[in-house]
């Protein structure tokens, strides 16, 4: 036991030492701080595994298991937390493990090894949380279904992957489901050569059925090697320490720099210190006040942690109803109500069945592992998951506080929940009071109870709309009460009264009765045009929506007769179910006369990066001295700077200094093509996020919190966010694009029809898991300066730090090991930041850090290009392009980047692969006050494909011809010439056509799908069929050169450096391979350690999916140099090691270093004639898409992608398929889900996972078959013909987008809605749903009054 001493208050003993186990180690703390995380505390001894992607909860990045002991039950029990949410003061007796605690390169976990051998990490920054996910749900259960393992994922998120080797690798685990064996039935089906596949991964156990088919050689040679992992053993499992289980609590008191916490262990504590402190917070999972205290900068100076608390945390099953203690974790809760429903009878159990469904989808696994009920009812949220099926149920509150007469003595009231809440976040707690116990009452005899929730993505997401409704109904199906509540209709839940009066003694299946209720609804619940949340419309059809679901499925439940049948309600009134995912991978044939080069090795790095011990630049060890940066930024879309004051700031105990563009010892200018952005913004801000300071402090959190007493005056001018008031404003970037070929007026002249319209395209954040992050180390001696930066460019960086401080390149070296993805968002956009650091850095003398909280990356750093399109097309009556005339608007930022080459890709590909004789394109970039727009994957190529794919179907549309007909009639063919005049060869479109067609089984689908249609009034599924060609190079000349540096020591081992960074893509392991390939060694005598700018200099930066090409090429050509000089003592030395050759070699003094150097040959494209060739080679692809779409509610489901991509003779299949799988992932959430938004201020809104969604593990496409192509090449003159595959398959993902609108066009014609569909990118439930355009929509409809303003825009 912990040696305890008295401590304030009162007669309690409390303990200032904290006490936990970590990875099996004792740890005691002496009075920690209780602002302190767990996640900061385990990073800050070392265990940088454990990583930090967002301090929300809302990534994964950050997951570690706690185990504790529950006396009670004599049970231990294992749970997955976010880390970057728990406090450290809230472990005490219990066991943290974190990544390193789990296996290490040398042991691995089975966990680790499996997913770092399937291929399951990329940038590695998100693998260890993922591993922690699965192996927590292993040592719960070590046989888990199929299902569960999808589902133990469902509060991480993966930006590189796309999930499915993922979930392959932890299905390895799984107990086989009957489900597998559909798969394997359907497979022989579809591609029967494919069936050994989905055997060809073990699960390690002895016994594996996998194995035994293995044993019998029915391996295929076109698959991914076979693999064969460690058994997994879970009695081999780290114990609990057993004197934890003699763990007896204490209370305890611990005071930080701002904060104080106690831990009471009882109630009568806990009542004593409440009622000592009534301005205490009370803690319990810490994930609301969590984001209150980090992001709302909310200072709560007492806190009362009420987690240990027992008596909080019981629960009863009383004759009526389910009496629980208030803080019991919601995983918890969901077993209580599971047994409640085993407990209860049948009918009884519909509130704990409502309850049930939303805690389903209620954030992900370790949240709802600490998350209380007690806090989301006092949280009081409008949009809480819980609250409003306690509204609508007759739940009590029991609150609980201390005689304010007697010490001994205790006040308790029930309130109704309907009493609760008073107002926005508002309750009627008395300071003094707790909530003590929730009472739910069984539901009653007749009594149906349904909630709904519909969120911009199924899992984790909090609600745009929920709802809990309940009706009781006589035997007559008469209606006797009635209670229906909302959240997200207000500034807290609600109910409707006047809705539930009008339906009272009104027979239920009546539908004259039920067309009144939902327009009573739509009148009772108004929102107003700039109502807070937006999206004003949709919310209202949301709430008709779940009534239409409830009263059908209610008429259903008491055998109503409705005009519509049984069976399709029973398939629209629920949410939409996916199958678990699955996914086929038929990959060609590695060039036979190869040993390295060609196979799917796994990544050089998967193994460290799945164990922690990957480094990334905050995992670096703190330096001597070292100091930490914190930005002041812009709080103003466009203003001038008038005063700065940083005094009080500087007055702060461990602030060492505030830095501004005065303090630049150079140039404070830098850009990514012009120079046309100030480091420190010095007398105008141009957005909001530009930066104007840095503090630097001894610690972050000192940093970071005297950024806010950083007060900076500002004169508002006025700003532009958006590209209409851009286009409306005149408000351009000076230089333009433009492109014709043809005769564009002879080519309308000779058109059948003209059609006329506008595509609009929303951002894309890229949400790279790491943010960005630079360690700058000053050496003072000769002025030189070391770099550590998440950057993309190491040669920018290296290139603009020098001249910022005014000194020789020479002087700076920058380093990069490795990055937790990029996507083209650290491509320019990395470079302020080391170079901001620096500044500090030159002054200080003192090494800085700054890793970028998520919000500030995202503020800071740049997106996507919003695009839009305005488009003319003439076409001939079977739908041949023409003519069209197209004009393009970027919406840059304010400054601009990388936007041309952007603008110029977009340009070069609105043909993607159709032929059209005559076309004109402008292209302007507007100049708007948000950040500055940069590269993202594709880099305006997908934007210009989204809009000729846009303007395909509307052509479709209006011709009313099939739109595959319609493309495939435009298809280019073998030698016709691009709107930018490049001659296309190897043209392969047309076959990968015929291949996609058969293998999607498109015809047979097509009938189904109209089958499926014809039958279903409120789903609906659409099919599409949608390609892509890519065109690789550099666009600006010069970049498309790479060098490479290669060492071969006297050992026999090589040291290869090239240009390129390692950010997830597999870049290293394929320059490895290309290494040992040349030189003939095994893989692994070669080793690569870093990028670094004193290595290979001049470097292009790691972009244009060209790396592998022009790097390839470099280390290529360094090799051959070092074996033509080693070949003579080859030849004389047969059957010699590479050892004894190489020291033969040395001896005999050879140079054993080359350099090895490369420039794309053939292209230079001049825009003004039109003329060269713009693209070295392109890459090229196909998806068919199937979906299926909740009309009711804008949801969907992708049912099943098949995908082929052309990536020629690939240097790594099993990285390029990775590449392929994640990059449509990507796409689809691009089009799909993830909306950036700002508000009217220049604010961003989406600025973290909590508003910004990308797509989650169940996002994938529930059946998901890529194949690549076995193409023949005429012209493919690359390393060892592989082909760039970064990007281009990230267009493919709008296969799904074109599928929405598919389904939405089929709702549409069974409603005689015969005009185009226009749905504008991202197809978010809220488009989906309005692109209806159905009677409950257009009820929805709410009408602008003229001084209102949206709440929130699309840029
Ligand atoms: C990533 C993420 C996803 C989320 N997803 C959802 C979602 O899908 N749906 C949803 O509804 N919410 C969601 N939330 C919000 C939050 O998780 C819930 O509101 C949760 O129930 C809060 O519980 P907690 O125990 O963590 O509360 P805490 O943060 O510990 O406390 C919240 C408030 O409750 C008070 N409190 C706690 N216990 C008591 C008590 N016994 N008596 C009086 N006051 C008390 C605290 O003082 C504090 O004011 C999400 C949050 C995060 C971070
Ligand atoms: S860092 Fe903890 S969930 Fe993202
Ligand atoms: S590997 Fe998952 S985020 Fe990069």
Request: aromatic fraction near 10%; glycine fraction near 8%; proline fraction near 4%.
């Amino acid at each position: 036991m912990i040696p305890s001493e008295k401590v304030v208050p009162g007669d309690i003993e409390f303990s200032s030492k904290l006490a936990f186990y970590l990875n099996g180690t004792r740890i005691e703390i002496n009075n920690p701080d209780p602002d302190t995380t767990l996640l900061q505390y385990v990073r800050s001894i070392g265990l940088t595994g454990t990583k930090l992607g967002c301090a929300e909860g809302g990534c994964g990045a950050c997951t570690v298991m706690i185990s504790s002991y529950e006396l009670k039950s004599r049970k231990i029990s294992h749970y997955s937390v976010n880390a970057c949410l728990l406090p450290l003061c809230s472990v005490e007796g219990k066991h943290v493990i974190t990544i390193e605690g789990i296996g290490n390169v040398k042991y691995p976990h089975p966990v680790q090894e499996r997913i770092a051998l399937l291929h399951g990490s990329q940038c590695g920054f998100c693998t260890p949380g993922i591993a922690m996910s699965l192996y927590v749900l292993l040592r719960n259960n070590p046989y888990p279904t199929e299902e569960e393992i999808e589902e133990c994922f469902d509060g991480n998120l993966c930006r590189c992957t796309g999930y499915r080797p993922i979930l392959d690798a932890a299905k390895t685990f799984a107990k086989p489901s009957s489900h597998q064996n559909n798969y394997e039935k359907e497979e022989k089906i579809i591609a029967n050569d494919n069936l050994e596949d989905n055997k060809n991964v073990t699960c390690g156990r002895a016994d594996c059925c996998k194995l035994r088919i293995d044993a019998n050689g029915k391996i295929g040679s076109n698959k991914f090697p076979k693999v064969k992992f460690k058994e997994y053993d879970p009695s081999q499992e780290l114990i609990f320490p057993p004197s934890l289980m003699n763990y007896i609590p204490v209370a305890l008191n611990f005071s930080g720099r701002k904060t104080m916490w106690f831990r009471p262990i009882n109630l009568n504590q806990l009542f004593y210190l409440k009622s000592k402190y009534p301005e205490a917070k009370l803690i319990s999972g810490n994930t609301e006040v969590g984001i209150e205290t980090k992001f709302k900068k909310m200072d709560y100076n007492v806190r009362i942690f009420v987690g240990d608390i027992l008596e909080l945390k019981t629960w009863e099953f009383q004759e009526d109803g389910l009496l629980i203690g208030a803080n019991i974790s919601l995983t918890k809760f969901q077993t209580i109500l599971r047994d409640a429903c085993k407990h209860y009878k049948s009918y009884q159990t519909q509130v704990f069945k409502a309850l049930l469904f939303n805690l389903r989808w209620f954030a992900g696994n370790q949240i709802r592992n600490v998350a209380t009920p007690a806090g989301n009812i006092v949280t009081g949220s409008p949009i809480s998951d819980l609250n409003p099926i306690f509204l609508s149920t007759q739940t009590k509150f029991i609150l609980t506080s201390l005689s304010s007469s007697s010490s001994s003595s205790k006040n308790s009231r029930d309130i109704l929940a309907t009493s609760f809440w008073t107002g926005y976040r508002q309750n009627c707690l008395d300071r003094i009071e707790i909530l003590e116990k929730i009472f739910i009452p069984c539901s009653k005899l007749g009594q149906y109870v349904r909630a709904y929730k519909q969120a911009k993505r199924r899992d984790d997401d909090i609600a745009i709309v929920n709802s809990g409704l309940s009706i009781i109904l006589d035997e007559k199906s008469i209606v006797q009460e009635a209670s229906f509540a909302f959240g997200g209709m207000s500034g807290l839940c609600v109910r409707a009264p006047i809705s539930e009066n009008f339906v009272l003694g009104k027979f239920w299946g009546d539908e004259k009765v039920f067309m009144a209720l939902l327009n009573k609804l739509s009148e009772e619940l108004q929102l107003s045009f700039s109502s807070p949340g937006g999206m004003v419309a949709y919310r209202k059809s949301l709430v008709s929506g779940f009534m239409y679901k409830f009263w059908y499925d209610v008429s259903k439940c008491v055998g109503i007769k409705t005009s519509v049948s049984d069976e399709e309600v029973e398939n629209f009134v629920g949410i939409i179910e996916r199958q678990v995912s699955k996914g086929v991978q038929l990959i060609g044939q590695p060039n036979e006369d190869k040993k390295i080069v060609g196979k799917s090795i796994p990544a050089i790095s998967a193994l460290k990066q799945v164990t922690g011990e990957a480094i990334y630049v905050d995992d670096l060890p703190k330096q001597y001295g070292e100091l930490y940066g914190a930005l002041v930024l812009s709080q103003k879309a466009h203003a001038k700077i008038i005063k700065i004051d940083a005094s009080i700031a500087l007055e702060k105990s461990g602030v060492k200094g505030f830095f501004t563009a005065k303090d630049v010892p150079g140039d404070n200018k830098w850009g990514a093509v012009f120079r046309d952005e100030e480091i420190f913004a010095s007398e105008e801000v141009h957005c909001v996020g530009q930066v104007i300071g840095l503090i630097v402090a001894d610690t972050q959190a000192i940093a970071q919190e005297a950024t806010n007493l950083v007060k900076v005056e500002y004169e508002v001018l006025p700003h532009i966010l958006t590209i209409e008031e851009a286009i409306e404003k005149n408000s351009f970037y000076h230089i333009e694009r433009r492109l014709s070929t043809g005769d564009v007026e002879k080519g309308f002249q000779e058109a059948d029809f003209i059609f006329e319209g506008e595509t609009r395209i929303g951002g894309q954040e890229h949400f790279y898991l790491e943010t960005n992050a630079a360690l700058v180390i000053p050496k003072p001696e000769d002025n030189e300066f070391e770099i550590h930066s998440s950057t993309q460019a190491p040669t920018a960086v290296q290139k603009d730090c020098a001249s910022m401080l005014g000194i020789a390149a020479n002087k700076v070296v920058c380093r990069v090991k490795r990055i937790g993805g990029g996507f083209g968002g650290k491509e320019t956009r990395s470079i302020p930041l080391p170079l901001v650091l620096a500044v500090g850095a030159w002054h200080l003398k003192k090494p800085i850090r700054c890793m970028l909280d998520r919000d500030e990356d995202i503020i800071i750093s740049g997106q996507r290009h919003p695009y839009l399109g305005r488009w003319k097309v003439g076409v001939s009556k079977e739908g041949k392009l023409l003519a069209y005339d197209l004009q393009l608007y970027g919406n840059m930022g304010w400054s601009c980047d990388l936007s041309l080459g952007v603008l110029e890709r977009a340009i070069t590909h609105v043909d993607n692969c159709y032929y059209c004789p005559n076309v004109r394109i402008i292209g302007k970039l507007c100049k708007t006050n948000i950040h500055s727009n940069t590269a993202f994957r594709g880099f305006g190529g997908p934007q210009g494909m989204m809009i000729t794919e846009n303007m395909m179907s509307e052509i479709s549309d209006r011709l009313r011809i099939d739109p595959i007909e319609i493309r495939e009639k435009n298809y280019y063919l073998e030698g016709q010439k691009t709107h930018f005049n490049q001659i296309l060869t190897d043209w392969h479109i047309p076959a990968l056509h015929q291949q996609i067609m058969e293998l999607s089984d498109y015809v047979n689908r097509r009938k189904k799908v109209d089958d499926f249609n014809s039958k279903n009034k409120w789903r609906k599924r659409g099919l599409a069929l949608i390609p892509t060609k890519f065109g690789l190079s550099f666009t600006v000349l010069h970049l498309n050169q790479a060098a490479a540096l290669v060492h071969i020591y006297t050992d026999g081992s090589v040291l290869v450096s090239h240009g390129g960074v390692e950010m997830g893509q597999g870049l290293h392991t394929k320059m490895l391979q290309i290494a040992a390939e040349t030189l003939d060694i095994p893989l692994e005598n070669v080793h690569l350690m870093e990028t670094a700018t004193n290595l290979v200099i001049n470097t292009s930066p790691t972009a244009a999916s060209v790396s592998s090409d022009i790097n390839g090429f470099a280390v290529f050509n360094a090799c051959q140099t070092l074996s033509e000089r080693l070949k003579p003592y080859r030849e004389k030395m047969p059957g010699k090691s590479f050892k004894e050759i190489v020291l033969t070699a040395y001896l005999d003094r050879v140079n054993l270093s080359a350099n090895g150097f490369y420039k794309t040959p053939d292209i230079s494209h001049n825009w003004d004639k039109n003329e060269g060739q713009a693209f070295y080679y392109f890459t090229t692809g196909i998806a068919c898409t199937e979906v299926e779409v909740d009309i009711l509610t804008g949801d969907h489901t992708v049912i099943r992608t098949d995908l082929v991509m052309d990536i020629g003779r690939s240097l790594n299949y099993a990285i390029d398929v990775g590449q392929i799988e994640g990059a449509f992932v990507q796409g689809v959430g691009w089009c799909t889900i993830e909306e950036t938004l700002h508000f009217p201020t220049g604010h961003i809104f989406t600025k973290g996972p909590g508003n910004y969604k990308i797509p989650g593990f169940r996002d994938i496409p529930q059946d998901f078959r890529i194949y690549t192509f076995n193409g023949k090449y005429s012209n493919l003159k690359t390393i060892h013909s592989s082909k760039g595959v970064g990007e281009p398959p990230l267009f493919l993902g709008s296969s799904v987008f074109f599928a929405i609108r598919d389904a939405i066009k089929a709702f549409r014609l069974a409603n005689n809605n015969h005009k185009a569909v226009i749905l504008c990118s991202p197809a978010t439930p809220e488009r989906i749903r309005l692109a209806c355009e159905d009677e409950i929509v257009k009820k929805a409809h709410v009408q602008k009054k003229d001084d209102e303003k949206e709440w929130i825009l699309a840029v």
